[in-house]
């Protein structure tokens, strides 16, 4: 089974992605975890991607696109994946289309966690002061909201067009959420 969980940046993706991951024993992989992981070792793809997730900015889709190719291609990828924030704009929607059908595969749900930007604001301020994240700047997070709202919104109604888009409410706790996307994921098996 191959899920795609989409929401604005602090929406729970990673959090959500993980508990799903426990819960499925499908692997999660998360952009943002690799592309810091890889600023963090300063590799080339990490040396190019700092500057643009300091400045709030999305990284290109030929390198998103690059490193879910990769990801898919894992021998722990081959029953589906779930991709935690990996599609954020069309072109990269319809990327990971294509390259789930060159493996014969097809998203089977697409998750969307849905969340007010004043609670995003006020959870990446809790998680900057115990993550100490340098792509947490209160600067650079507005600018990732703008981005996301102009480039990543126009994604759920691509996907919607395609195979729907299961909208499940991120407010309240965590576990609140999780019983949620369980439900959801039930519902359609």
């Not at 890889?38 to 793809?45: G, I, K």
Request: proline share 5%; net charge negative.
């Amino acid at each position: 089974m191959d899920i795609l969980l989409l929401g604005p940046p602090g929406a729970g993706k990673g959090t959500q992605g993980a508990l799903l991951s426990q819960r499925t024993g499908l692997p999660r992989f998360a952009t943002g975890d690799l592309l810091r992981d890889a600023v963090a070792r300063e590799t080339p793809l990490g040396l190019d991607a700092k500057a643009i997730m300091e400045s709030g900015g999305l990284v290109s889709d030929d390198i998103i696109l690059g490193i879910v190719r990769d990801q898919l291609l894992l021998p722990s990828a081959r029953d589906g994946v779930i991709l935690d924030g990996v599609v954020r704009t069309v072109p990269q929607a319809e990327g990971v289309e294509a390259l789930l059908s060159q493996l014969g595969r097809q998203l089977d749900r697409v998750i969307f966690l849905d969340v007010s930007d004043e609670e995003v604001l006020e959870r990446i301020d809790r998680r900057r002061d115990l993550e100490d994240r340098a792509d947490d700047a209160p600067e650079a997070v507005v600018r990732r909201l703008q981005a996301y709202r102009s480039q990543t919104a126009p994604v759920l109604a691509w996907y919607d067009d395609r195979i729907g888009v299961s909208r499940i409410p991120a407010q309240g706790s965590v576990e609140a959420v999780a019983e949620r996307i369980a439900e959801v994921l039930e519902a359609s098996s």
